[in-house]
């Protein structure tokens, strides 16, 4: 089966979380993964972030936390000391070989081993090397730690997040992490295309903070626009009145009224067809000037109604609606199902023999995506790496 990113080879020295979002994506869409973890630590530091783990066969817990499978399929992991000559020696051979260069070190933390940017890049000139950060390469904090929840905080989401009145609250997943990961692909693809029309490699350098503030879209143009602050509005939307979770008389509900047509239609249901012609609601900017008077009126009215009943009156009348869901919900559903959401990947030394894991969501019409490895454990792959690099050392032409 053809696959988008069949031959090319990916060194991954990155850990955590959006370095492995990237490589994982690049090895589900074919490429192949080399993971490098340090023997010192036992590999990546979130084979340790549980519980939950796998268990083994006999009931003991493997170094496969639900953390590290998330982002770890698709690769070979190969324990290697990068702190020693040896190391660094199988980092060049592998370079060699490579396409692309991923790490997540501080800015200059390879440069003592050889195997920052410059290095690789002088030595091998047709690499892809990504480097990630907290900050960047560049600025003045450049040199400070990159977490997820610090480039949350600095980078604004958290400010916008949360209820009105209460703390400013971080997003419920590592999303600073995962939309840099993600943005880091994009580099990378962009970049092999241009070293496959020029021949020539290049440094892509992405951080946590720059593409936190990436994403904060249409509220950060409108700070730009207005220069004040904005606020905190909860489960509201900042210029759509009503688009937001409602309390139903058996859980909750979101309701997503996107113009004026869709308004009067959200009325009619709930039986107040004057609520759309009323000139203080008429409109979404009037609704939003009057925002609260509006949705203490809907609030009274939505909460005598079961989930059900919203749901199939405001499907029947084509105003978006849906259900918030739990997660059992979310993976027990027909359409996580339909669109292959949930899969498992077997191994054979994990109790259950199989593990579960999220998909992919790329769906393509040639070339699918593929599942070929479920996530490793440490050091599985190293001595077949190793045999592998010998093998092509052997075949290389002799000086």
């Given at each position: 089966?053809?696959?988008?990113?069949?031959?090319?080879?990916?060194?991954?020295?990155?850990?955590?979380?959006?370095?492995?979002?990237?490589?994982?994506?690049l090895?589900d869409?074919?490429?192949?993964?080399?993971?490098?973890e340090?023997?010192?630590?036992?590999?990546?530091?979130?084979?340790?972030?549980?519980?939950?783990?796998?268990?083994?066969?006999?009931g003991?817990?493997?170094?496969?936390?639900?953390?590290?499978?998330?982002?770890?399929?698709?690769?070979?992991?190969v324990?290697?000391?990068?702190?020693?000559?040896?190391?660094?020696?199988?980092?060049?051979?592998?370079?060699?070989?490579?396409?692309?260069?991923?790490?997540?070190?501080?800015?200059?933390?390879?440069?003592?081993?050889?195997?920052?940017?410059?290095?690789?890049?002088?030595?091998?000139?047709?690499?892809?090397?990504c480097?990630?950060?907290?900050?960047?390469?560049?600025?003045?904090?450049?040199?400070?730690?990159?977490?997820?929840?610090?480039?949350?905080?600095?980078?604004?989401?958290?400010?916008?997040?949360?209820?009105?009145?209460?703390?400013?609250m971080?997003?419920?997943v590592?999303?600073?992490?995962?939309?840099?990961?993600?943005?880091?692909?994009?580099?990378?693809?962009?970049?092999?295309?241009?070293?496959?029309?020029?021949?020539?490699?290049?440094?892509?350098?992405?951080?946590?903070?720059?593409?936190?503030?990436?994403?904060?879209?249409n509220?950060?143009?409108?700070?730009?626009?207005?220069?004040?602050?904005?606020?905190?509005?909860?489960?509201?939307?900042?210029?759509?009145?009503?688009?937001?979770?409602?309390?139903?008389?058996?859980?909750?509900?979101?309701?997503a009224?996107?113009?004026?047509?869709?308004?009067?239609?959200?009325?009619?249901?709930?039986?107040?067809?004057?609520?759309?012609?009323?000139?203080?609601?008429?409109?979404?900017?009037?609704?939003?000037?009057?925002?609260?008077?509006?949705?203490?009126?809907?609030?009274?009215?939505?909460v005598?109604?079961?989930?059900?009943?919203?749901?199939?009156?405001?499907?029947?009348?084509?105003?978006?609606?849906?259900?918030?869901?739990?997660?059992?919900?979310?993976?027990?559903?027909?359409?996580?199902?339909?669109?292959?959401?949930?899969?498992?990947?077997?191994?054979?030394?994990?109790?259950?023999?199989?593990?579960?894991?999220?998909?992919?969501?790329?769906?393509?019409?040639?070339?699918?995506?593929?599942?070929?490895?479920?996530?490793?454990?440490?050091?599985?792959?190293?001595?077949?790496?190793?045999?592998?690099?010998?093998?092509?050392?052997?075949?290389?032409?002799?000086?």
């Amino acid at each position: 089966m053809a696959r988008t990113l069949d031959g090319i080879k990916v060194l991954d020295l990155s850990r955590i979380l959006a370095g492995p979002t990237c490589t994982q994506l690049l090895g589900d869409l074919g490429a192949e993964v080399w993971k490098i973890e340090n023997p010192g630590s036992d590999g990546d530091d979130t084979r340790k972030w549980g519980p939950p783990f796998v268990d083994g066969p006999d009931g003991n817990r493997t170094d496969l936390s639900a953390y590290f499978m998330c982002a770890n399929r698709n690769k070979l992991s190969v324990g290697v000391d990068i702190a020693t000559p040896e190391g660094q020696a199988v980092i060049h051979q592998l370079a060699a070989q490579a396409d692309v260069v991923i790490e997540n070190f501080k800015p200059d933390g390879l440069k003592k081993y050889g195997l920052d940017h410059d290095s690789l890049l002088g030595a091998h000139p047709q690499l892809i090397y990504c480097s990630i950060s907290g900050y960047g390469q560049t600025g003045p904090n450049r040199s400070k730690p990159g977490y997820d929840l610090m480039a949350q905080g600095y980078g604004g989401i958290m400010s916008l997040t949360g209820e009105p009145q209460g703390r400013p609250m971080k997003v419920g997943v590592g999303i600073a992490d995962v939309m840099c990961g993600m943005y880091a692909t994009v580099g990378i693809l962009a970049a092999l295309r241009h070293r496959d029309a020029t021949g020539e490699g290049q440094h892509v350098d992405i951080a946590l903070v720059d593409s936190q503030i990436a994403w904060l879209i249409n509220e950060g143009v409108a700070h730009l626009t207005t220069g004040k602050e904005r606020k905190r509005q909860g489960n509201e939307h900042a210029t759509i009145v009503p688009y937001q979770t409602f309390e139903a008389a058996d859980g909750h509900v979101l309701v997503a009224v996107g113009n004026d047509s869709q308004y009067a239609r959200f009325c009619d249901y709930l039986g107040r067809p004057d609520l759309a012609e009323d000139p203080a609601f008429a409109t979404n900017p009037a609704r939003i000037e009057n925002r609260t008077k509006l949705l203490k009126i809907i609030e009274g009215l939505m909460v005598e109604r079961s989930m059900q009943d919203i749901l199939d009156g405001l499907e029947a009348r084509k105003v978006p609606v849906g259900p918030v869901n739990t997660l059992g919900q979310v993976f027990a559903s027909e359409q996580v199902a339909a669109r292959e959401m949930k899969i498992d990947m077997a191994r054979d030394d994990v109790r259950d023999g199989a593990v579960s894991l999220i998909g992919n969501p790329l769906k393509f019409s040639k070339t699918p995506v593929t599942y070929r490895r479920p996530p490793p454990h440490f050091g599985e792959d190293t001595d077949a790496v190793l045999e592998w690099l010998e093998q092509v050392a052997k075949a290389a032409p002799q000086p």
